[in-house]
T-cell receptor
Framework: GAGVSQSPSNKVTEKGKDVELRCDPISGHTALYWYRQRLGQGLEFLIYFQGNSAPDKSGLPSDRFSAERTGESVSTLTIQRTQQEDSAVYLC???????????FGPGTRLLVL | EDQVTQSPEALRLQEGESSSLNCSYTVSGLRGLFWYRQDPGKGPEFLFTLYSAGEEKEKERLKATLTKKESFLHITAPKPEDSATYLCAVQAPGNQFYFGTGTSLTVIP
């Protein structure tokens, strides 16, 4: 496709369950960022990947959060043992490099009951 | 510690009433300042990137400017379709991005 896609678009889960969120960036975009957007708040940086370099995980809020990306393809964000405070929209964005414009996906809306 | 502060939080304008949105930042070694538009239920849509003080960018009714401490997004003669939340983000030397909480703009016909 022409844009960044994310799946699922919506996810409702029970507290304590694990969830996996997926991001398909635009082909050729080597940089990929994950953000969390809580209701009424700004985007919160979580992690970024740049090509095959080690990711910058400095924004991950706890060890329950992890993300993977193989090469320049799909990325997955995993949240283990979900808590209610994890409820948010999770956005991914890609770019041709870390210094260039980021193109966002539509987000995954996560609700933890 | 707030890295990026946007004001006002919300702004209501009559169609054709020009105004400005503010983004102030405290990040040192700024690599770039970005403006995005976000419509409800959608991801942010890129508008502008500014890299150095004094730089200006324009697109239709929007004009972004940058100083060493802040950026302004000027909206000239807005239309109802300009209604959205406008987000400002700064890129730090480590390549992390820090976003403000946005300005929710409503343009009334």
């Amino acid at each position: 496709g022409a844009g960044v896609s994310q799946s699922p678009s919506n996810k409702v889960t029970e507290k304590g369950k694990d969830v996996e969120l997926r991001c398909d960036p635009i082909s050729g975009h080597t940089a990929l960022y994950w953000y969390r957007q809580r209701l009424g708040q700004g985007l919160e940086f979580l992690i970024y990947f740049q090509g095959n370099s080690a990711p910058d995980k400095s924004g991950l809020p706890s060890d329950r959060f992890s993300a993977e990306r193989t090469g320049e393809s799909v990325s997955t964000l995993t949240i283990q043992r979900t808590q209610q405070e994890d409820s948010a929209v999770y956005l991914c964005a890609g770019g041709r490099s870390l210094q260039e414009t980021q193109y966002f996906g539509p987000g995954t809306r996560l609700l933890v009951l | 510690e707030d890295q990026v502060t946007q004001s006002p939080e919300a702004l209501r304008l009559q169609e054709g009433e020009s105004s400005s949105l503010n983004c102030s930042y405290t990040v040192s070694g700024l690599r770039g300042l970005f403006w995005y538009r976000q419509d409800p239920g959608k991801g942010p849509e890129f508008l502008f990137t500014l890299y150095s003080a004094g730089e200006e960018k324009e697109k239709e009714r929007l004009k972004a400017t940058l100083t060493k401490k802040e950026s302004f997004l000027h909206i000239t003669a807005p239309k109802p379709e300009d209604s959205a939340t406008y987000l400002c983000a700064v890129q730090a030397p480590g390549n992390q991005f820090y976003f403000g909480t946005g300005t929710s703009l409503t343009v009334i016909p």
